[in-house]
């Protein structure tokens, strides 16, 4: 079983930046794929960014430019800098591992106002 805890979050306006942190209760064993998923009301969830241990990056092309992806392999955590934020960025964001299974964090409110 992997826990996942995320931090950050928030309300910020248009333009603005935010960054989400994500720890994994393991840290004796590498996640091969950590990353974060967003979904916004009425929708589905989507792929935001992951990245691998090897520091291999996937980014949604609808944030491509603005959000980046950071993982610590040591530590099992994971990152996403947010920039230039857009209302439609507006989401719960929901940290993601795959370690033999996959796993999700609680989620964490993202709202952009314009």
């Known amino acids: 079983q992997v826990q996942l805890v995320e931090s950050g979050g928030g309300l910020v306006q248009a333009g603005g930046s935010l960054n989400l942190s994500c720890a994994a209760s393991i840290i004796n064993f590498r996640i091969p794929v950590m990353g974060w998923y967003r979904q916004a009301p009425g929708k589905q969830r989507e792929e935001v960014a992951t990245i691998t241990t090897g520091g291999r990056a996937n980014v949604a092309d609808s944030v491509k430019g603005r959000f980046s992806i950071a993982r610590d392999n040591a530590k099992n955590t994971v990152s996403l800098q947010m920039n230039s934020l857009k209302p439609e960025d507006t989401a719960v964001y929901y940290c993601?591992?795959?370690?033999?299974?996959?796993?999700w964090g609680q989620g964490t409110q993202v709202t952009v106002s314009s």
């Open positions: 993601y591992a795959r370690f033999m299974s996959d796993y």
